[in-house]
């Protein structure tokens, strides 16, 4: 199974965050692939595989940094539908394989 296709990117802000302290422990994190950290625009753009990591997992590091909530109901929607559609794909693809249910059982 071709893991590219699980390959995301995601811009968050830096609000509060001490940038060195966020850059080392995502670069420490298993699945991260690039971080690209914008201190005079104070966010983080990050890319990751999704079957390794996840939102919720980035959200973890920004908080041991120090970062705040996202401001507004708009940021926080997006960011729980984020959440939701990563974990709708891990979860599709970790999902066992069944037959088809339109197929007859064998032997009958």
Known sequence: MPTDSFIVSHSLPL???DINK???IL???QGIQAICA???GRQVTLTYNLLLVGLSDI???FDVAGAKEPLGLIKKIHRSWT???EQ???DSVLAPIRDCCNRPPAGG
């Open 15 to 17: 609000r509060g965050a």
């Open 22 to 24: 966020l850059t080392a």
């Open 27 to 29: 670069s420490n994190m």
């Open 38 to 40: 914008e201190e005079r």
């Open 59 to 61: 959200e973890n590091a």
């Open 83 to 85: 959440k939701f559609t």
């Open 88 to 90: 709708n794909a891990r």
